[in-house]
């Protein structure tokens, strides 16, 4: 069965700081690894997939086979990152749904 | 910009009663998908659809919940009888169906059963 793991409920940094949210995945296969973003009082969205190698708002995530990561970063964090984040998972030739983690609840502090 | 909806926004129900909440996908968008999130908790998968078919329900609790999508655009989930534990929040979203690609929420619904 598919799992992911954010051992970080809360995380606060300073503004400036670098960020990290951890997330850890089990899955026997292949999958594809994503992060969605919820800042307060909008819906979820997507903040970026590994699929698509792409920067966003700053952020980068590297997957990490041997580890079985994909941990979100960012060099220099900003009041306006503070929000929910999520990393989910969804699997190759499957349902296409998304396996996601508890939440990482990061607050930038000016 | 499109966006799902759903409604209504918040219920409040006693337990025992039944409930239903609507989504509305965005035009287009193949495939549905029903969510519930406990608080403290990332979404959980109750049941995808592909047009009007289901995909995937294995974590729908058939006994008291039922979802579906007629025509292959709106949907209805529907919980009865509902119970104290089916306080949550329930998220509809939407996607063209194609491999790995972005799911796109709606407000959610948020569900308080006393």
């Known amino acids: 069965a598919q799992r992911v793991t954010q051992p970080e409920k809360l995380l606060s940094v300073f503004k400036g700081a670098p960020v990290e949210l951890k997330c850890n995945y089990s899955y026997s296969g292949s999958p594809e690894l994503f992060w969605y973003v919820q800042y307060s009082r909008q819906r979820l969205q997507l903040l970026l997939r590994?699929?698509s190698r792409e920067s966003i708002k700053g952020f980068t995530a590297d997957l990490n086979k041997g580890e079985t990561s994909f941990h979100l970063k960012k060099p220099f964090a900003q009041e306006e990152d503070s929000a929910m984040y999520y990393c989910?998972?969804?699997?190759?030739?499957?349902?296409?749904?998304?396996?996601f983690g508890k939440g990482t609840k990061l607050t930038v502090n000016p | 910009e499109a966006e799902v909806a759903q409604s209504p926004r918040y219920k409040i129900t006693e337990k025992s009663q039944a409930v239903a909440f609507w989504c509305d996908p965005i035009?287009?968008?193949?495939?549905l998908y029903w969510y519930r999130q406990i608080l403290g908790q990332g979404p959980e998968l109750l049941v995808q659809f592909q047009d009007e078919s289901v995909v995937d329900d294995s974590q729908l609790p058939k006994d008291r919940f039922s979802a579906e999508r007629l025509k292959g655009v709106d949907s209805t989930l529907k919980i009865q009888p509902a119970e104290l534990g089916d306080s949550a929040m329930y998220l509809c979203a939407s996607s063209l169906g194609q491999t790995y690609n972005e799911q796109f929420f709606g407000p959610g619904t948020r569900l308080t059963v006393l």
């Open positions: 590994h699929i």
């Open positions: 989910a998972l969804t699997t190759q030739g499957g349902s296409e749904k998304l396996v």
């Open positions: 035009s287009g968008h193949a495939t």
